[in-house]
Structures are given as C-alpha cells and as structure tokens.
C-alpha cells in the first residue's frame, strides 16, 4: 500500500497513463487550424484511504451469559445407619447370659426334663444392692454394647474465577489504496502560444476499493479449580439392654444375698434360686455423631477467552469529474499543467461482519463457544473537489503521455452494522499515468 508520503517517488516514474495533453505543443505553429478537442485515458491510483470502526462487540453485550464466575458441586449425603434393632435375645429359650453388672448362667440341673422347678438355677451373682427391688421381688441387670459406623465419603466441588483482562470500546483504523481507471475530454477555451486554458469533463472508476480491519475488544482469564472435600462421620450408638429377673420366695432366702454375690459355686439344695429366663428385656439406645473435614485442592486449569472482530469493505466508486485545467508550455516538447474540479462520487459498499469468541486452552487449542455473523450494503452520492499538477510529453503531432498527481478530498460517509460504526474517508492523495490524443 503506498502511502502519501511516497506520493512522488512513483510520479517520477510514470510516464504512461492518463492526464491532459496540449497537442499544440509540438505542433507546427504556422497551421492555420488551431485543434480544440482532445482525450486522454489511463490508470489512477489513490493512496492513503482510511477506514475506522468504533463500538462495541456482541461479546461485550453478552459476556454475562457466556463465561462467568461460578461455583459447581457434586454434594453426595453422608449416610445414616440404620436405627439399632430389638435385643435379639430370645428370653423364652434358657441361657448362659453375662452382664456388666453381674451374671445368670444354667445350673445342672436347669432345663432338664422331667426335673421339677427346671426353670431355676443358683449359678447367678450380682454386683450392687440395687440391683433387686423387694416390691417386685426383681433382679435387673445390664449390659452395655457400643456399636460404631464410619461413613467417608468425598465431595468434589469445582470453583471457576474469571478476569477480565481487556474490555474496550473497537477503535481499529487502516489506511490502504486502491487502483482505478479514467476517461476525459477536454476544450480548448484559451490558447496563447505559451499557455492555455480548457475545460475538462471525465470519470473515473475504481471497481474494488477492498479493505479489511481486525480487532480484539474482549479477553478474559480462566481458573477451573477443583477441590475435594472427604468427609468421615462417625456414628456411635450406646446401646443398654436392662434384663429383668424374677425371685422367687424361697424359705432360707427370702431376700438374695448381700451383694457382691457370686453363686458360681453354690449348692442347688441349699443355695438360693433366680429364674434363669428373664422376666422381659427393655433396649435404650443413645446415638452421638463425630464429623471429620478435610479439604484440599486437587487440580487448577487455566485458559483464556477473547472475541476477535473481522470486518470486510467491498466498495464501488464512480466518478464524475469536471473543472479548468490551467497549462503553460515549457520548450518545444513539455507541457505543464494545473487542474481545480468538482467531483461527484456515487459510493456503493457492503459491510460484512463476523465474530467469534473463543475459548483458547493452555497448549494453544482453541475452539469457538459462539459466534455472529451480520452484512450490511448502502450507498452514497457524496461531493468532493480535487486539485492535480501534472506534465506531459508529445509523443508526436497529436499524441502525448504523462503523470500527474495532487489531492482528492470527498465528504466522509459512515455505515452501522451491529454494534459497531464504521467511517470510510476516501480523500486522499492521487497520482495517475496518461495517453491523450488531440484532434
């Protein structure tokens, strides 16, 4: 793309192209017929064209539903074991029973068949006195069971952070060029031997003024952390089963002995006799709970979004040109000449608009997590002026070539697509390359 500061360094070296000739020039003065009418066509370049684009972006206006700080869990209930069943005890059936406070256990002679009174012993012993209640001429005794249930269990709990690294408003700008074509005529209005003046009349058309811009308006940073949390419950039930003895009147005891009594070695003829099944059983359970946390992280991923913004210009330009050309002649073969016009432009452009936001991992992969796409076309007329300098040389009796170059201004014209707003200046320096002929 040439620039305007590197406007002359390819006038110098055009020679061929498009610009007006005075063909009297190189002309034999002493014709009578003085040629009014001429032509010229060629190739125009114009440099230094600027496209601009301000706005938002689609990313921007919907960031809150795309990626987002957030928090996901995976809660699984820590169980609870079951409630703790009855005794399991069968009373009705004779037994060896022990007990934190004491013991029942068969006699020989317990259960046999055929022995009266086979349902008592005198193997039993007791700890505390009050243990028998003479009301109800009862024993109790009590055992006390501690059963313990571990449940672990482990959570995983993913904790995402998002920064937000970049979010501005587009402000992209490009310059570029573009390559056109030219026709004119002209009239002779004034002619001296060393000058001339005439009155130009042309267009120009530049079929592809395509341009392109890109921007990111929008990046952010992404942290997936995970963590996992083990929970360890443990669930202890204390479980006390009371059993209830009967004791029977007995004539040497009519009260059981003193306690502590240990009967393990006593006489069934003479010692005194408890029934060996209990009378009923009665379970308590008191349940307590100890909870254990602990949490660590187990993985971090990081990776990036950013939305990239690509915007299109295909334009058509068309021109009309028409405006005095002041020229003098310098020696024999040169003609120089200075150009004012009023330029009439008729624009037509199309805007496309293609948008992505993509999510970028930490080894370079990207994948597209939306994306928008918009077209916009419009037309303008728009008014302008130009001013050109140039030179020419004869080629011979009618024919001539030469450059000129100068500077086009047009009015500003603006497009909107989306969220965003485009400016396309198309003044700008011109140079152009010329064959004219004169008749």
């Known amino acids: 793309m040439l620039r305007g500061r590197y406007i002359w360094m390819p006038v110098i070296g055009l020679l061929t192209g498009f610009a007006a000739a005075q063909p009297s020039f190189a002309a034999d003065q002493s014709q009578a017929r003085t040629p009014r009418w001429r032509w010229r066509g060629g190739a125009v370049y114009r440099s230094d064209m600027e496209i601009s684009v301000s706005g938002t972006s689609r990313t921007q206006q919907q960031v809150a539903g795309l990626i987002g700080p957030r928090r996901h869990a995976e809660h699984t209930r820590i169980g609870e074991p079951s409630p703790v069943g009855p005794n399991p005890d069968d009373i009705s059936q004779y037994g060896d029973r022990d007990f934190d406070d004491g013991y029942v256990y068969r006699d020989p002679i317990t259960g046999v068949p055929g022995v009266p009174d086979d349902h008592w012993t005198v193997n039993w012993g007791y700890q505390d006195a009050d243990q028998y209640d003479p009301l109800a001429e009862t024993l109790t005794f009590r055992r006390e069971t501690v059963l313990e249930h571990v449940d672990i269990v482990e959570d995983r709990q993913n904790i995402r952070s998002v920064q937000t690294d970049r979010d501005t408003d587009m402000a992209a700008e490009r310059r570029f060029g573009s390559a056109g074509i030219e026709i004119e005529f002209a009239m002779m209005l004034k002619q001296k031997p060393a000058s001339g003046t005439e009155w130009t009349a042309g267009v120009r058309y530049f079929p592809e003024i395509n341009t392109s811009l890109k921007d990111t308006t929008f990046r952010q940073t992404v942290i997936d952390r995970e963590y996992t949390t083990r929970r360890t419950m443990v669930v202890v039930d204390h479980v006390t089963d009371t059993y209830t003895y009967e004791y029977p009147d007995q004539p040497l005891y009519p009260d059981p002995p003193d306690a502590p009594y240990d009967g393990s070695d006593a006489d069934p003829p003479d010692d005194p006799l408890l029934e060996n099944r209990p009378q009923q059983t009665e379970r308590q359970v008191q349940r307590s709970r100890r909870l254990a946390q602990e949490t660590r992280q187990t993985g971090q991923t990081e990776w990036h979004t950013a939305n990239r913004v690509d915007l299109a210009l295909q334009a058509d330009l068309l021109q009309a040109v028409v405006g005095p050309?002041?020229?003098?002649?310098?020696?024999?073969?040169?003609?120089?000449?200075?150009?004012?016009?009023?330029?009439?432009?008729?624009?037509?452009?199309?805007?496309?608009?293609?948008?992505?936001?993509?999510?970028?991992?930490?080894?370079?992969?990207?994948?597209?997590?939306?994306?928008?796409?918009?077209?916009?076309?419009?037309?303008?007329?728009?008014?302008?002026?130009?001013?050109?300098?140039?030179?020419?040389?004869?080629?011979?009796?009618?024919?001539?070539?030469?450059?000129?170059?100068?500077?086009?201004?047009?009015?500003?014209?603006?497009?909107?697509?989306?969220?965003n707003q485009i400016a396309l200046d198309l003044s700008s320096p011109t140079m152009a390359a010329f064959i004219g002929v004169t008749f």
């Not at 310098?330 to 009023?342: S, W």
């Not at 011979?396 to 989306?418: D, H, L, N, Q």
């Open 325 to 419: 050309r002041f020229g003098c002649r310098l020696g024999t073969r040169t003609y120089l000449h200075a150009t004012v016009a009023l330029v009439l432009n008729y624009l037509n452009m199309s805007v496309d608009r293609h948008e992505v936001f993509e999510a970028i991992s930490a080894d370079g992969q990207s994948s597209v997590m939306r994306c928008w796409y918009e077209r916009e076309r419009q037309t303008d007329w728009l008014w302008g002026g130009q001013l050109q300098l140039g030179a020419a040389v004869a080629l011979g009796p009618s024919w001539s070539a030469g450059v000129s170059a100068g500077y086009e201004w047009i009015e500003r014209t603006r497009i909107k697509i989306g969220p």
